[in-house]
């Protein structure tokens, strides 16, 4: 069992920036998968971005450039660094990890005023 705890959401203007965390009740070092997805309202959850325990990292065409995951082992904890944000960006920030299950976090609100 995994319970993931996301934090940092909150409100910003286009064009700032917002890091987004996500702590975990196991050693990471053992999660091969985690990602972050977002849905935004009336639309399906899209997946953002993916870290993996061998360092690989992958993003959605629309995030690239933009955003960063990175994953402290240390603190069980997986990040995702928003830079440059833009009205579409609003959503629900969601924290998955993947080990013999699927995990999802509560979430937590990002909305960015134009």
């Known amino acids: 069992q995994v319970q993931l705890v996301e934090s940092g959401g909150g409100l910003v203007q286009a064009g700032g920036s917002l890091r987004l965390s996500c702590a975990a009740s196991a050693n990471i070092d053992s999660i091969n998968t985690m990602c972050w997805y977002r849905q935004a309202p009336g639309e399906q959850r899209e997946l953002v971005a993916t870290?993996?325990?061998?360092?690989?990292?992958n993003y959605a065409y629309n995030v690239k450039g933009r955003f960063t995951i990175s994953r402290d082992n240390a603190k069980n904890t997986v990040y995702l660094q928003m830079n440059s944000l833009k009205p579409e960006d609003t959503a629900v920030y969601y924290c998955y990890a993947h080990r013999l299950a699927h995990y999802w976090g509560q979430g937590t609100q990002v909305t960015v005023s134009s």
């Open positions: 870290t993996t325990s061998g360092a690989l990292r």
